[in-house]
């Protein structure tokens, strides 16, 4: 079966540090992968998507990055954190058919401090 | 863009009730809409999916309709739980090819009371 990891599941980060947040897919091949954010009480904003290995498309300009080194593996990344980037991430995979739903890793919180 | 609306007010209901949530978008319909369930600190969890010419899909005590003409979709919950209590939100795709790209309303929460 499919299972999806994303770590850690807390972090508290100062103010221009870098930050990576990692995810990975296992049982699947060719996922189309997604990096979400939501602040409190918010929907979810789409960041990032890839249907392919170093295919990344970004969905809102901003202080992140995104990249795809591997099949499975999705990294979120900023070199200098701000306030405004704390938040509920959340990394997500699907098959590459539009008529699938996602399958959500757990989250990872981030307080910029 | 593509607007999508819950009621952001929490839905609370009596256990054994069927609980009813809404979800309205604006601007074109989409091919396909999506509910997922969302507990306090966790990933949502993906329900159902119906897609733009089905009327009604049913999963145990989950039921969603799709009317395209109102641009609405409900969510229903029969003999509700409070388990069942935790944020449902409702997801569409845009019309952008190929890509499995869901824009995510804000969710509605429900409080289920024994």
């Known amino acids: 079966s499919q299972t999806i990891h994303q770590w850690p599941a807390t972090l508290v980060q100062p103010v221009g540090s870098p930050l990576s947040l990692e995810c990975t897919v296992e049982?699947?091949?060719?996922?189309?992968l997604y990096w979400y954010r939501q602040a409190a009480g918010r929907g979810l904003q789409l960041l990032f998507y890839?249907?392919?290995?170093?295919?990344i498309s970004s969905e809102v300009p901003q202080n992140l990055s995104a990249s795809r080194p591997q099949d499975r593996q999705f990294i979120l990344s900023s070199k200098k954190l701000l306030l405004s980037d704390s938040g509920f991430y959340l990394c997500?995979?699907?098959?590459?058919?539009?008529?699938?739903?996602?399958?959500f890793g757990s989250g990872t919180r981030l307080t910029v401090v | 863009s593509q607007k999508i609306e819950q009621n952001s007010e929490v839905l609370n209901i009596q256990e054994g009730k069927t609980a009813t949530l809404t979800c309205n978008y604006t601007?074109?319909?989409?091919?396909?809409l999506q509910w997922y369930r969302q507990d306090p600190g966790r990933g949502p969890v993906f329900l159902l999916l119906?897609?733009?010419?089905?009327k009604e899909k049913r999963k145990e005590r989950l039921k969603v309709t799709f009317d395209t003409t109102l641009k609405q979709s409900l969510f229903h919950i029969t003999a509700s739980q409070p388990a069942d209590s935790a944020t449902y939100l409702c997801?569409?795709?845009?019309?952008?090819?190929?890509?499995?790209?869901?824009?995510f309303g804000a969710g509605t929460r429900l409080a289920v009371h024994p």
């Open positions: 997500a995979w699907s098959p590459s058919h539009r008529n699938y739903g996602y399958t």
């Open positions: 049982g699947t091949s060719n996922p189309n």
């Open positions: 890839s249907v392919g290995i170093g295919q």
């Open positions: 601007n074109y319909s989409p091919a396909y």
């Open positions: 119906i897609r733009e010419n089905e």
């Open positions: 997801a569409l795709d845009p019309p952008s090819g190929g890509y499995n790209k869901l824009i």
